[in-house]
């Protein structure tokens, strides 16, 4: 089994930053990607943005490109996503997760850690 935990939530004030870390455990595991995704209050989970391990080629979410950066931590299953200019939207719980079978295919998920921008 695989686990996926993060940590590095916090509440902070709009225009700050912050940077969340996604730790895997378990049983050792080779994945095509790793992911950030978040889910504001009341609505759906999105996509934030990835890293694909054989190149480190990333890509991201419209709405974050040039304030969110994802980052593979040495050459363990260690994820990292550096949060800069945060603003009141970017409230949410914030998921890491492995893609094991395939690209795009995210199939080992964390709890999650809550971010709070206030205005």
């Known amino acids: 089994q695989v686990h996926l935990v993060e940590s590095g939530g916090g509440t902070v004030q709009a225009g700050q930053s912050l940077r969340l870390s996604c730790t895997a455990s378990?049983?050792?595991?080779?994945?095509?990607?790793m992911g950030w995704f978040r889910q504001p209050p009341g609505k759906d989970r999105e996509f934030v943005g990835a890293?694909?391990?054989?190149?480190?080629?990333?890509s991201y979410a419209d709405s974050v490109k040039g304030r969110f950066t994802v980052s593979r931590v040495g050459t363990k299953n260690t994820l990292d996503l550096q949060i800069n200019s945060l603003k009141p939207e970017d409230t949410a719980v914030y998921f890491c997760?492995?893609?094991?079978?395939?690209?795009?295919?995210?199939?080992?998920w964390g709890q999650g850690t809550q971010v709070t921008v206030s205005s």
């Open positions: 378990g049983r050792t595991f080779s994945a095509y990607e």
């Open positions: 890293i694909r391990w054989i190149d480190g080629r990333t």
């Open positions: 997760a492995a893609a094991t079978i395939g690209r795009g295919q995210y199939n080992y």
